[in-house]
């Protein structure tokens, strides 16, 4: 049992138990057999830490954890639900993937950078077949099978979960910057002010727009497609320590323009 207690949604985390394997199958068996919800319950309890492990990799990218912990049961109890116990697959393997399904839907409807309508309803449309491919077949389906199901093209793909990719990115730290702790939120803005109120009122997809070519392509290379100034180094053929200098002013720009 862990020494630290963290209250989530008036649960104290540090008391919760975790249901092995063969004892979730049992009371799975038990439950379709039944039909008794306090079985239900003790299997969402017994299964509260993998919720909360899921949603601890989200927690930079909200104010609001008991929400963010609620959606992520959400997607558990859609995992008790459809779990296929002839599937030779372990429980928590199967919900994994359909905790964090709930949890990125959330954060794309409630994000404050607006996409597209159509963009919008085919990330609905992938992450739905996603998660019927994941309830029959307990993993999750390749691109080729992806493409099959939604009746979209490669590119239709990949440009819905690019924009859910670039929603949550500018709450993420990224690569190379490890220690530092920091994201694209955190540097242009005072983290000792309320996150939801900066949030409500920035204009960061409009300011990135203000930008020029070449500050919106570091932008993009950095914090949307997760590329190191290393990496971003060798594409200008220039040194890191130049490619450190022009984020920092990007960054600088970016603030005078949302300010």
Not at 73 to 84: Q, S
Not at 172 to 177: D, I
Not at 186 to 193: A, R, V, Y
Request: aromatic share 6%; with cysteine; glycine share 4%.
């Amino acid at each position: 049992m862990s020494k630290y207690k963290v209250d989530i949604s008036g649960i104290d985390t540090s008391h919760l138990t975790v249901l092995k394997n063969a004892e979730m199958k049992d009371l799975l068996r038990r439950y379709r057999d039944t039909n008794d919800l306090h079985l239900r319950d003790e299997m969402i309890l017994g299964n509260l830490k993998l919720v909360l492990s899921m949603v601890s990799r989200y927690s930079r990218r909200t104010d609001n954890m008991d929400d963010l912990f609620q959606i992520g049961v959400v997607g558990l109890i859609k995992a008790i639900d459809n779990f296929n116990l002839e599937l030779d697959v372990q429980f928590s393997t199967y919900a994994v993937p359909l905790i964090i399904g709930e949890i990125k839907r959330y954060l794309r409807d409630f994000s404050p950078i607006k996409i597209s309508r159509t963009i919008r309803d085919h990330a609905y449309l992938i992450m739905n077949k996603k998660e019927e491919y994941i309830n029959a077949y307990a993993k999750e389906p390749n691109d080729e099978e992806l493409m099959a199901l939604t009746g979209l093209s490669e590119k239709e793909i990949n440009e819905a979960m690019s924009s859910l990719q670039c929603v949550q990115s500018i709450f993420e730290q990224p690569k190379g910057m490890e220690n530092d702790n920091l994201n694209l939120i955190d540097q242009l803005f005072d983290k000792t002010k309320d996150m939801g109120d900066v949030l409500n009122k920035m204009a960061l997809k409009d300011a990135i727009k203000k930008l020029d070519d070449k500050e919106r392509w570091i932008i993009n290379e950095r914090y949307f497609l997760d590329k190191t100034q290393n990496e971003i180094a060798e594409s200008l053929k220039v040194s890191q320590a130049q490619v450190s200098r022009l984020e920092k002013n990007v960054i600088f720009r970016l603030k005078e323009l949302m300010s």
